[in-house]
Every structure is written in structure tokens, then in C-alpha cells.
């Protein structure tokens, strides 16, 4: 069973009530659905843990719909649904002023790369000139010299470039679109940064999935996509150079490399793209939880600061299998700590895990937000 095929089935799973009958014997209720939408980015890693977490505590379900970050942002400003997953941080100027209270989860960072279909060219070099060269369509040859003057080693078609890009508002565009406008003046002028942008050039693709069925199915074109949906269908991926010069290919150990050495213990929109750091991937981002504290029933609130306390925690185990960067220890427990203050600001119940645990004759192996060591800055 291919890897998509096993999200296929995660997500069956996940609609099927778990043993209703526990469900009453520890809250006395029908189990909550708590429902989601948001970025493609992390669905593959975010539709493994709603599996997982539903196995430890069977009185919740997930509804999660990979419609894209810009879509779910709008629904949890609607609120039409209980969380959003975005790869691009909410701006102030939509919550400032306004009775939201939006908090920002980083939960894992990953790698936004760019993939082609060129026959026999495994390796492929590119600067942040002819990267913004090429997707505003001022590069349009694969034998361009600009292109060959990176990759002597490569002999190079006379074959048109063809862009692929997001045609849905997108977190994967704003990571990629934030890392061009750093590094190209002419590309922040003509096409800016955001999860929609003023495309110059190219073909509209719904989703990271999307995006790779183009690539696959298009000789000569390009694309940028999520590291786990290019390693998937096997394409051969960028060395893009960095700000020490390096050319570095997307990679766990280089993703993580991008993190800076300190965190704000109350801020966690963080960005990853361009960093200084030595042997950092360029076109690296985090991506979040997002919650509307003000419009959450208490009741949901509550289960969703217990799944995330334990995403954060265990569930950090499953990004490297599924090719995401786990959070760095120290902004993990500044994370937790901000998901306990809102559990004692709104009054929620503490934890009764322990206690579903003796009842069912399992011992929790999970780390809560109250029994780890915070460090305030």
C-alpha cells in the first residue's frame, strides 16, 4: 500500500466513531468532532497523528479538509470551524482591534523544494537569481546560460520551462513567495509575498498534490512543492544557495540547521526562510495550529490543547519517518507553556488522563504541559 493510499485509509478511519461506549464512561457525552481545514503542507503528518491520537484517547474525532492555508484561515475568522492549519502566520491588522484572540501552535517545520521533470538531470544547482528569474518568466530555457553556468556538470535541453504554481490560497506559496521576496527585490516589486500572489507566468495547480501531478505529468516543468509530496513520486529536487554561498539540498538536517538559537516565549511566528545559519536550507518554514481561543466552546478548546500537548510531546516521534523537522526541545516548552495558560485562563479541567489510563489497564506514556520544566526568556 502506497503512502497516499495509507492516508486514504487514516482518513476513513478517522470518521468512524472509537468505542463510543468509553466515550460516555469518561465525559458523559457523544464524542466531540472537532473540526479542521487548512494547509496541505502538513496533511500527510497531521492525518497520521489525528490516527494515532484517536487510539489513546477514543472520546474525540477529527475532521481536517487540506483546502489550503488561506481557506482555513478564513473559516476560523468565520468561525465555521474549531482550528485552522497554516504554513503562513495570521497578520495582525485581522485580529488587532477585533474580539479574536488567535494564537499561533508551531507543531513542525518542513521544507518547500523545487522539483522538475528534466530527463537525466539529477542534480540541479540554482541562486537566488535565476530562482526568481525563472518564476517571473524571464528564464524560459532549460539551456538558458544562466542555468548552465551553475551546473557545468549537466548537459542541459533545448526544452522550454514550464511553472507550476498554486492556483489556492496557499501556505506553501507564502513560504516560498516570503523567500523570494527576501532575496529578489524585482520579485517582491512584481509579484510579492502572501498565500496568493500576482503570478507572472505558469500553470494554477490545486494543492501540494496537485502541483505534483502537473510536474509528473509535464516534461520541462517546474515546481515547488512540500519535501514529503516530492520524495512520494520521486522527483529529483534543487540544491538552492544559501546566504553563506552554500548550495544545500532540502533535507531534515538542513531544515533544522534554518531555526534561530532563540525563541519569543510568547510570539511563534517565526520564519525559517533565508537564514544565516551554516548549512541551512533556504525555502524552510514552520507551520501552525491555529486557534480561536474567544469562539471555542470550552468543552473543544479543551480537547484540542490536550491533543496538542501531546503532538508537541509524542507526537513529535512521527515527523522524521514522515520527512518533517521536529520543533527544536527549547520552543517546544515554551509552546506548552503558552497551551497552559490558556488552559488556566479559561478555567479548563486539568488532564484526566491518568485516570483513563488505570481504567483501561494501559499506562500513559505522554508528557503534560505541568510536568515540564519551563524557562521563561
Given at each position: 500500500?502506497?503512502?497516499?493510499?495509507?492516508?486514504?485509509?487514516?482518513?476513513?478511519?478517522?470518521?468512524?466513531?472509537?468505542?463510543?461506549?468509553?466515550?460516555?464512561?469518561?465525559?458523559?457525552?457523544?464524542?466531540?468532532?472537532?473540526?479542521?481545514?487548512g494547509g496541505s503542507f502538513p496533511y500527510p503528518l497531521y492525518s497520521k497523528w489525528y490516527f494515532e491520537y484517536t487510539k489513546i484517547d477514543p472520546s474525540i474525532r477529527f475532521n481536517y479538509q487540506p483546502i489550503g492555508s488561506?481557506?482555513?484561515?478564513?473559516?476560523l475568522l468565520s468561525h465555521t470551524i474549531d482550528f485552522a492549519g497554516s504554513d503562513s502566520p495570521i497578520p495582525d491588522s485581522l485580529i488587532t482591534g477585533s474580539s479574536r484572540e488567535?494564537?499561533?501552535?508551531p507543531t513542525v517545520a518542513g521544507a518547500v523544494v523545487i522539483a522538475y521533470n528534466v530527463a537525466n538531470i539529477p542534480l540541479l544547482n540554482l541562486d537566488k537569481e535565476t530562482i526568481s528569474g525563472?518564476?517571473?518568466?524571464?528564464?524560459?530555457?532549460?539551456?538558458?546560460?544562466?542555468?548552465?553556468?551553475?551546473?557545468?556538470?549537466a548537459t542541459l535541453p533545448d526544452l522550454p520551462i514550464v511553472v507550476i504554481h498554486r492556483s489556492d490560497g496557499s501556505g506553501t506559496t507564502y513560504i516560498f513567495?516570503?523567500?523570494?521576496?527576501?532575496?529578489?527585490?524585482?520579485?517582491?516589486?512584481?509579484?510579492?509575498?502572501?498565500?496568493?500572489?500576482?503570478?507572472?507566468?505558469?500553470?494554477?495547480?490545486?494543492?501540494?498534490?496537485?502541483?505534483?501531478?502537473?510536474?509528473?505529468?509535464?516534461?520541462g516543468s517546474i515546481g515547488y512543492i512540500e519535501l514529503a509530496y516530492a520524495l512520494q513520486n520521486g522527483f529529483p529536487m534543487a540544491a538552492i544557495q544559501n546566504q553563506t554561498g552554500q548550495y544545500v539540498a532540502p533535507s531534515m538536517d538542513s531544515v533544522t540547521k534554518a531555526f534561530p538559537r532563540s525563541f519569543d516565549h510568547k510570539d511563534f511566528?517565526?520564519?525559517?526562510?533565508?537564514?544565516?545559519?551554516?548549512?541551512a536550507y533556504p525555502i524552510a518554514g514552520l507551520t501552525w495550529i491555529?486557534?480561536?481561543?474567544?469562539?471555542?466552546?470550552?468543552?473543544?478548546?479543551?480537547?484540542?490543547?490536550?491533543?496538542?500537548?501531546w503532538a508537541l510531546t509524542d507526537g513529535q516521534t512521527y515527523a522524521?519517518?514522515?520527512?518533517?523537522?521536529?520543533?527544536?526541545?527549547?520552543?517546544?516548552?515554551n509552546v506548552l507553556h503558552l497551551l497552559e495558560e490558556v488552559r488556566r485562563k479559561n478555567s479548563l479541567s486539568a488532564f484526566p488522563w491518568n485516570q483513563q489510563w488505570l481504567l483501561l489497564g494501559k499506562k500513559s506514556k505522554i508528557s503534560f504541559p505541568n510536568q515540564v520544566i519551563f524557562k521563561n526568556k
Open positions: 500500500m502506497s503512502f497516499f493510499q495509507k492516508l486514504t485509509f487514516f482518513l476513513g478511519v478517522l470518521t468512524i466513531p472509537y468505542l463510543l461506549g468509553m466515550s460516555g464512561l469518561f465525559f458523559g457525552h457523544s464524542p466531540p468532532i472537532l473540526n479542521g481545514a488561506g481557506g482555513g484561515i478564513h473559516q488567535v494564537i499561533h501552535i525563472i518564476f517571473l518568466g524571464e528564464i524560459t530555457r532549460w539551456n538558458d546560460p544562466r542555468i548552465v553556468s551553475l551546473n557545468p556538470q513567495t516570503e523567500y523570494l521576496s527576501k532575496i529578489s527585490q524585482r520579485w517582491a516589486i512584481l509579484a510579492g509575498k502572501g498565500t496568493s500572489v500576482r503570478w507572472q507566468i505558469g500553470i494554477g495547480a490545486k494543492g501540494n498534490a496537485g502541483v505534483a501531478a502537473a510536474i509528473k505529468t509535464i516534461n511566528r517565526i520564519s525559517l526562510t533565508d537564514s544565516a545559519e551554516e548549512g491555529l486557534l480561536n481561543i474567544n469562539s471555542t466552546p470550552p468543552l473543544r478548546l479543551e480537547c484540542l490543547i490536550k491533543f496538542l500537548s522524521l519517518p514522515m520527512d518533517y523537522a521536529p520543533l527544536p526541545s527549547s520552543l517546544r516548552q
